[in-house]
């Protein structure tokens, strides 16, 4: 039997169409990668893919910071470089919780997606203090990369630092 669903109880929020969206391509490891941002009404997406993969969803809820959180951070005391991107040297908030939504299954790998997940939602919040939606992250490394992280070889300080600097030029 067809599910009859009242439509005057649904709320439209109008926003603009098409939602903003950035990309940014560049060589992480010699990997050529690709970072996306889409910032919806509720969510901001942002997907780092090598070779077109995507494995690996994490998700960050910016209402974990209090206003007086907020207040504390440090975003008055931050300079930005000329393109309006944060320093690569920002600590991710300790008050925001990654969880892995779908991947996930090789530790390591999970590690390294919450820590960017973490990373870039903390940059969103440091960049503005009362930005509240939840901050989606696919992650998608070429096997290459997979493997060395899995294997014990960590991707290293400027891989991480490369993909963190991708994502800032596309918030």
Not at 36 to 45: E, R
Not at 66 to 75: G, K, V, W
Not at 76 to 101: C, R
Not at 110 to 138: F, H, N, W, Y
Request: glycine fraction near 8%.
């Amino acid at each position: 039997m067809p599910r009859i669903v009242n439509i005057e109880s649904y709320e439209v929020t109008p926003a603009p169409f098409p939602a903003r969206t950035k990309i940014a391509s560049g060589a992480v490891n010699g990997i050529e990668t690709t970072v996306t941002s889409i910032y919806f009404t509720d969510k901001i997406l942002i997907t780092i893919t090598q070779s077109g993969r995507l494995a690996h969803w994490v998700h960050v809820s910016l209402d974990a910071l209090s206003p007086i959180d907020s207040a504390n951070l440090p975003s008055t005391t931050i300079s930005y470089d000329d393109e309006g991107s944060l320093p690569l040297d920002l600590l991710p908030l300790s008050q925001l919780t990654a969880t892995t939504v779908l991947g996930g299954m090789i530790p390591e790998l999970d590690t390294l997606g919450q820590l960017c997940a973490t990373q870039i939602a903390s940059a969103i919040a440091t960049k503005d203090p009362r930005e509240r939606r939840m901050v989606v992250v696919g992650l998608g490394l070429e096997k290459d990369m997979a493997m060395r992280a899995c294997g014990g070889v960590e991707i290293g300080r400027e891989g991480f630092a490369e993909i963190v600097g991708l994502v800032l030029g596309v918030l």
